[in-house]
């Protein structure tokens, strides 16, 4: 009984009694120039009192993010890109989501309009799009291979694999629709993907010296995953 009323004193009369003293003391004061200010005054100060008494708020907000993009040539693209429109059509549009939960980050991808009942292979790619394929850069690892270079991408299973890189390999229906989904056991620190990079083949390759590779890159969407 007493614990019901002390929780009731706590949120409520408090949160609406103080800002409106505020206000009545200059309309009193101020006079009519003040008024219009005054009346003004009170509204605002109302609305945002009944949202902390929300109670999902409490909850740590999971670090989800969410990114579309409608392919266009790279001259008139700003965040998605076809570089090849035979195998993904300007107008195709792509969208991605990712979220962040208990040290593992989920990401789905859905694509609408490649070419129909085709394989495209998809991955995290390590930075942002740009006017050729190229600069996305190469697929972020979680723990990067020592053994790669700017001009030799990793190839080697213990790295290049879908638990270490994000990948979003996919096979489109009859109307070149289509999602893959992907959770990875790791989550972004200090370092993040910036993109998805579509792959001309249907398929990410995972045999010893090759693994990773999926051919030119044909289409690219920009991610904040940071
Ligand atoms: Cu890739």
Known sequence: MGRAAGGNFGGMTRATADPVRPSRLAVAAAGTLLTL?????????????????????????????????TLAPPEQATNAFTYD???????????????????????????????????????????????????????????????ATPEQASADPAFANPRNEIWLDLTTDAEGDGEARSEVPFVFTDRAPASI?????????????????????VACVDVPFA
């Open 37 to 69: 200010a005054a009346c003004a005054g009170p509204e605002p100060t109302e609305a945002p009192a009944q949202q902390p008494t929300e109670p999902t708020t409490e909850q740590p907000a999971p670090q989800a993010i969410s990114a579309e993009g």
């Open 85 to 147: 429109p035979a195998l993904a059509p300007v107008g195709a549009r792509l969208s991605v989501e990712a979220e962040e939960s208990d040290g593992s980050t989920e990401v789905e991808l859905e694509v609408d309009g490649l070419l129909p009942d085709r394989g495209y292979a998809v991955h995290a790619h390590a930075r942002p799009c740009g006017p050729t394929g190229q600069a996305a850069g190469p697929h972020y690892q979680n723990e990067v291979d020592p053994a």
């Open 197 to 217: 990079v579509v792959h001309e083949a249907e398929a990410t390759a995972t045999a010893a010296g090759e693994a990773g590779a999926a051919g030119g890159r």
